[in-house]
């Protein structure tokens, strides 16, 4: 179906990290959305996402078509009037009823990659919760027969809040506090990833010292190892380099160091070997490759597990292809057995923007149209960079339509922009709209389930907004909107 070329340039791609969200120091490849002088471009900065990934490089695309219905949730509907409806619930009525902005996810959706990702990987797939993490999103993901990977002590409490076992629990992070390893070490999570030797040197005190559950369980632990390669969107490259905030370089031998300080350690045992190769990797023969360049560590190692972590890509804007969680799977799978890895280890990864990316989309109520005639329209929404930064921290791409005209043509360009007090507020760089857009309309940006609320904030003191779950014709809030008494509640 048609998309979204830009007509005037200046279609940002690309870029760099997503912060917080530990992408190892590695360069991606943004781009390559089907926009008039707009191409590929590699971020300076580390993995990340540049959003934009892949796609048909200098496929063209109409300007003016509606938009890809690829890139809506499994449940979209656009009924008889042209309306969208997800989940069997229309996005007017949820504009109205909840207000705006709004994340709306469609809960089959996300119960769906999680059950192919449960297919695909087999038990102790993790759902990386830094992706979107709500108690319901924990019991979902848990429901659905995933593993939660949680990278601090904040998203390990709101596992455990939202009742999911400790044991199905992977706790990462490149700078555990003790209070973390503690608390991790009390309630019994089924795996800490090491990452460090000072890590090491805190579980080993805290081992000692009887800190697992019962005092008497050896936790399980994997390590975590930088095999310095680098995943871009569309390629893999060896760098030998191991210039990475995360995990134990191979080539240095840190790593070996850090299995042998391990296997020496009572309180623990080594179950595998971890290695995240990036985020927003559109290329999964990039996982083949890492599996080929960390078997040599692992076979003779002899341990029975291999986690390839994360970093599965999305498809933001029309033109671009992801492959699903089966194919990741069945690549790794086939490098692993291509690699000499005994076939009964059980490889497994940890997708989060996979799972939650396209589930959601996000609704806005339009509040002034800007006309600069040679120039550009502005669009200003009433939210922006506190409910999806990634626009603004990677250049990343969006598109943009009205509920209430899903089919009709979008053959105005506008740019879509915040209610913030910064330029940069943008996002939706290059949007194409239907003709009539006007002030008052509800606006949506699709596969905003990902690092969008994740990554809210209160700049300018814009409260977050609410998020839904819609299932079977019925929308249940799972957070709710932040109030104007929310935000004087941290002042002492
Ligand atoms: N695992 C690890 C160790 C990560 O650092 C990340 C993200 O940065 C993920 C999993 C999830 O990545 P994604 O959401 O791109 O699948």
Redesign the pocket.
């Known amino acids: 179906m048609a998309g979204t070329a830009s007509s005037g340039g200046g279609f940002r791609a690309g870029a760099g990290d997503?912060a917080g969200?530990?992408?190892?120091g590695l360069a991606h490849e943004g781009a390559a959305r089907a926009t008039s002088g707009a191409t590929a471009t590699t971020d300076g900065g580390d993995?990340?996402?540049g959003g934009t990934g892949s796609g048909t490089p200098g496929s063209v695309v109409p300007d003016d078509g509606p938009i890809d219905p690829r890139l809506l949730p499994d449940t979209a509907v656009i009924g008889p009037d042209g309306s969208l409806s997800i989940g069997g619930v229309d996005l007017l009525e949820l504009a109205d009823t909840f207000g705006t902005p709004l994340f709306v996810y469609d809960e089959e959706h996300l119960r769906a990659r999680c059950r192919q990702a449960v297919a695909a990987w087999g038990d102790g797939v993790a759902y990386?919760t830094?992706?979107f993490l709500c108690r319901a999103m924990a019991r979902l993901a848990y429901e659905e027969g995933m593993c939660l990977?949680v990278?601090t002590g904040g998203e390990l409490h709101v596992a455990l809040a939202a009742a999911v076992p400790a044991e199905r629990l992977v706790l990462?992070g490149n700078n555990k506090s003790e209070a973390e390893l503690a608390r991790a070490l009390e309630v019994g999570v089924g795996r800490i990833?090491v990452d460090s030797f000072d890590e090491l040197d805190r579980l080993e005190r805290l081992t000692a010292a009887g800190g697992g559950a019962g005092g008497t369980r050896r936790q399980p632990v994997l390590i975590?190892v930088t095999p310095g390669v680098e995943a871009h969107t569309h390629e893999f490259v060896r760098t030998g380099q191991e210039d990475s905030k995360?995990g134990f370089g191979l080539a240095s031998g840190a790593a070996a160091e850090a299995v042998r300080r391990v296997q020496a350690m009572p309180g623990v045992v080594l179950t595998g070997i971890?290695a995240?190769i990036g985020?927003?990797?559109f290329r999964v023969e990039s996982f083949a490759q890492a599996v080929e360049v960390l078997a040599p560590f692992f076979v003779p190692l002899g341990l029975g597990e291999l986690v390839v972590?994360?970093?599965?890509?999305v498809a933001y804007v029309a033109g671009e292809r992801a492959p699903s969680l089966a194919e990741w799977a069945q690549t790794v799978r086939a490098a692993c057995r291509r690699s000499g890895i005994p076939g009964d280890t059980r490889v497994l990864a940890?997708?989060?923007?996979?799972i939650t990316a396209a589930a959601a989309v996000t609704l806005y109520r339009v509040g002034t149209v800007k006309e600069l005639p040679g120039l550009r329209t502005y669009v200003a929404v009433d939210g922006g960079m506190s409910d999806n930064p990634r626009p603004v921290l990677y250049g990343s791409g969006y598109e943009a339509f009205l509920p209430r005209a899903v089919a009709a043509p979008r053959p105005r360009a506008v740019r879509v922009v915040g209610k913030h007090c910064e330029s940069g507020d943008v996002v939706v760089a290059d949007a194409r709209v239907p003709a009539d857009l006007a002030v008052g309309d509800v606006l949506a940006t699709p596969v905003t389930g990902?690092?969008g609320y994740a990554m809210a904030s209160n700049y300018n003191k814009v409260p977050r907004p609410a998020v839904v779950f819609v299932a079977g014709g019925r929308a249940r809030v799972v957070v709710r909107r932040e109030t104007l008494e929310d935000l004087l509640h941290l002042d002492a």
Do not use: C, I, W
């Open positions: 997503e969200n530990d992408v190892d993995t990340g996402d990386a830094k992706a990977d990278s990462h990833v975590r995360f971890h995240h985020s927003q990797v972590g994360g970093g599965l890509g940890e997708p989060g923007r996979a990902a690092y």
